[in-house]
């Protein structure tokens, strides 16, 4: 058996009150001869892992019917030891995780290692073993740094492979308006920036709507346009209080139409071409508004609430395209593109240590860590 130091989330009451964090020893076989065994160098805190810790919108431990796991899909790890029948891995290598454990027969994966993958460990601990399709290998003598790769395994690769669906949509309907700028919005996040980023480098037009003043000067650096979203007080939908509190849904309407004038303004009238929205029940009423005749909404997530109501009737006749995506099958093709183009997370914040993974958990689902990639040292070299 193989001991090792993790932070593990008990199961709930299944009363849905949230879960904690505890440092455990844990034991777990060793790797049979077509597994590794890898020691994960950093993590990078996903949202996945606040809406397990949060129960919401299930208790990850009672689906995967376990009294305690693992989380992270996020991270970069070193071989430790390749099983005998393994190959193109050996001690040593350094690797990205992709993430997927169950795929269906078009590689797309369905279950995720560390959250809903019964029987997985993420890299909140300090030792795992994977089996070799989990992992990419970092391109050779890579010019980015490991907590770059570590932030990049989920949200890049999630937006390369949620863009190539989005802007693939979008040119099936306009490929013959060539000529027309194309406007590519996003809702804050990590997974919108590296979208608008590769928008860009196709000559998009890319418009960030960011919440405060350094994630603003963050994507002015990179050469985004910006939106400020505090311009836009009340801009936060809510069905049952829209239907029956005449106050809310009067301050609701003023935040959208505002929200919608800046629209027109920077669309020249046509309305936003491709919109990231992985924010979801809060705002999806103002980025289906927004969105151009023919327009794109694109999504993989579901910040602020996953049940959605919408007319079918105005989607069709507008021939809104809606894109829905889960993590991705091209992990390694997304990492040949990043190391070549340099498309990689951006980072402004220094990596958080082991023993404040806690804190940084509870900041990040308070909403108070600033940086689009809260990267977190497991065994940094
Ligand atoms: N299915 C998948 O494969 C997959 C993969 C990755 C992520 N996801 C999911 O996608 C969602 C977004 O993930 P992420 O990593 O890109 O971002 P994130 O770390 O969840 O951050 C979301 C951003 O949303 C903005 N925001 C927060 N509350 C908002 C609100 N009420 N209205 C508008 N914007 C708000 C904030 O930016 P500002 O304050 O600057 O506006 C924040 O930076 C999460 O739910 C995550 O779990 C899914």
């Known amino acids: 058996m193989i001991t090792t130091e993790a932070w593990v989330l008990p199961r709930g009451p299944g009363d849905g009150t949230p879960g904690e964090l505890r440092l455990e020893r844990i034991s777990f076989e060793e790797p049979s001869d077509d597994e590794v065994l890898v020691e994960p160098l950093y993590g990078c805190w996903e949202g996945n892992m606040t809406h397990a810790l949060e129960r919401s919108p299930v208790d990850v431990c009672r689906q995967r019917g376990e009294a305690g796991i693992v989380l992270g899909n996020a991270g970069v790890v070193r071989i430790l030891h390749a099983g005998r029948s393994v190959r193109g891995l050996r001690e040593g290598d350094l690797c990205g995780l992709a993430s997927g454990v169950d795929w269906d027969p078009a590689g797309y994966p369905k279950t995720i290692l560390g959250y809903d993958a019964p029987g997985t460990s993420g890299v909140l601990a300090k ?64 997974v919108g920036l590296g979208e608008l980023l590769l928008a860009r480098e196709a000559g998009l037009q890319a418009t960030m709507i960011c919440g405060s003043d350094r994630r603003i000067a963050l994507c002015e650096r990179l050469g985004l346009q910006t939106l400020d979203r505090r311009r836009y007080d009340g801009l936060a939908y809510d069905d049952a209080r829209f239907a029956g509190d005449l106050a809310y849904r009067r301050r609701y309407m003023q935040a959208e139409l505002a929200f919608l004038d800046d629209v027109r303004q920077r669309t020249d009238g046509a309305g936003v071409s491709i919109f990231i929205d992985n924010i979801g029940a809060s705002v999806y009423r103002a980025t289906l508004n927004a969105l151009a005749r023919q327009g794109v909404i694109a999504t993989s997530g579901w910040k602020t609430g996953l049940q959605l109501a919408v007319n079918r009737g105005r989607e069709c006749i507008a021939r809104h395209i809606h894109v829905y995506t889960h993590g991705s099958r091209n992990s390694l093709e997304a990492s040949v593109h990043a190391e070549r183009a340099g498309w990689l997370p951006p980072l402004d914040e220094p990596a958080w240590p082991w023993d404040r993974i806690p804190e940084l958990a509870a900041r990040y689902g308070r909403g108070e860590v600033d940086t689009y990639f809260p990267v977190f040292e497991v065994n940094p070299p």
């Open 127 to 190: 030792r795992l073993k994977l089996r070799p399709e989990q992992l990419f290998l970092l391109p050779p003598a890579t010019r980015h740094s490991l907590p770059q790769w570590a932030a990049f395994t989920i949200r890049y690769v999630t937006a390369w492979d949620n863009w190539q669906v989005a802007h693939g949509a979008w040119q099936l309907q306009m490929k013959h308006m060539a000529q027309r700028p194309v406007h590519v919005w996003s809702w804050g996040g990590g």
